[in-house]
């Protein structure tokens, strides 16, 4: 018997064929147009480039309608624009239109506050004018939006006592860059939020330098022990801005966070101080005031959020006010502090005063 002929993979049938090839990475797919003409028809087929428009650039058959080329045509368009991004602009584009969907929702003022994205030249233009490249990750989210308004609720959180206020705005690219710092202390740092009434900024660390890992985020804090007034500690908020900006989006949607007068407040919830009793349930949220604390003395400074609620199921008979209020506080150190008063009508916000953790 003859032996049956070597069959070529682009000798298959285009079903089969196109199967195959939607296994292929956007890069893949590329070096297929260049082995044959019918591989190069194949590899430009659109529901191939509609999966990689989908996974990479988030596009729909809207904006594909809208841009009036094909998705071949759109994918090579985005990746001209964006391509150095790809390693995070899903993730980061997500996350803005997730934080945009919840504050419509919950915080629209905040909407109207946030700004264009800015372009690659505008990008290159704060670089020379710092002296230090920006990361990629900071470029990419900055091209969705610029940063915020200079307005009041800030973006990044708010915390409000009887007698202290403070709402971080998430600055835009050109307003960080004024406030770039070269500094003893604070050198070659880039603000990346800022609070009118405190003065507080959160920094990011353009390069390693004083004891700091590059891109991580930190609030600055003096050491008020040391004869140096250039002395700086740290209160580390993320390693990199794409871990610092999708996780605080993440805590925003969830519900992590709470919702209060149209503002995000930093309430982290402790999932063991939770108590029930009969159909009452008290809750215990706390916040962590970099403004008011200090590593060097150590004097860390908390504030607190009680939620109680009543179950739905409870029966008109069950229904009760607060009168009176007890807390005993017991702090890691082994200080134990007692408060006691009149209950709590409506909202209140206390604070709790740590010496040590």
Not at 117 to 136: F, K
Not at 199 to 218: D, V
Not at 234 to 262: L, P
Not at 293 to 299: L, T
Request: net charge neutral; glycine share 6%.
């Amino acid at each position: 018997m003859a032996a049956n002929p070597e069959l070529r993979m682009d000798q298959l049938p285009s079903d089969p064929l196109l199967h195959v090839l939607s296994f292929l990475s956007f890069r893949d797919l590329i070096h297929c147009t260049y082995v044959s003409r019918r591989l190069n028809d194949l590899s430009k087929h659109n529901p191939l480039w509609r999966s990689l428009c989908s996974k990479h650039w988030l596009l729909t058959d809207a904006d594909r309608l809208q841009s009036g080329v094909s998705w071949f045509g759109l994918f090579k368009r985005y990746y001209t624009d964006l391509g150095r991004y790809m390693q995070y602009y899903p993730v980061l584009k997500r996350a803005w239109d997730q934080l945009k969907v919840f504050l419509q929702q919950r915080c629209p003022r905040m909407i109207a506050s946030l700004k264009e994205g800015a372009t690659e030249v505008e990008l290159n233009d704060i670089e020379a004018q710092i002296g230090c490249r920006l990361p990629d990750d900071y470029r990419c989210s900055y091209r969705i939006h610029n940063g915020q308004k200079l307005v009041i609720p800030g973006l990044m959180g708010s915390m409000s006592l009887s007698n202290h206020y403070r709402s971080e705005v998430l600055l835009d690219v050109e307003t960080a860059a004024g406030g770039f710092q070269q500094r003893n202390g604070m050198r070659r740092c880039l603000p990346l939020t800022f609070c009118f009434h405190t003065g507080l900024s959160q920094y990011m660390a353009l390069q390693p330098a004083e004891g700091r890992r590059m891109y991580e985020s930190f609030y600055p804090c003096p050491d008020q022990t040391a004869q140096d007034p250039s002395a700086i500690d740290m209160f580390i908020t993320g390693s990199s801005f794409f871990e610092w900006f999708t996780e605080y989006v993440h805590n925003v949607v969830t519900g992590e966070y709470s919702i209060i007068r149209d503002q995000i407040f930093r309430y982290v919830h402790e999932k063991d101080c939770v108590e029930t009793t009969g159909h009452i349930t008290v809750s215990v949220s706390t916040s962590f005031l970099p403004e008011l604390s200090s590593v060097h003395p150590p004097h860390f400074f908390f504030t607190y959020r009680i939620r109680i609620e009543m179950s739905s199921s409870a029966s008109p008979e069950a229904a009760c006010q607060l009168d009176s209020r007890y807390w005993k506080i017991t702090t890691s150190d082994g200080n134990v502090e007692e408060v006691q008063g009149p209950g709590v009508v409506g909202t209140s916000f206390s604070s709790l005063s740590v010496k040590q953790l």
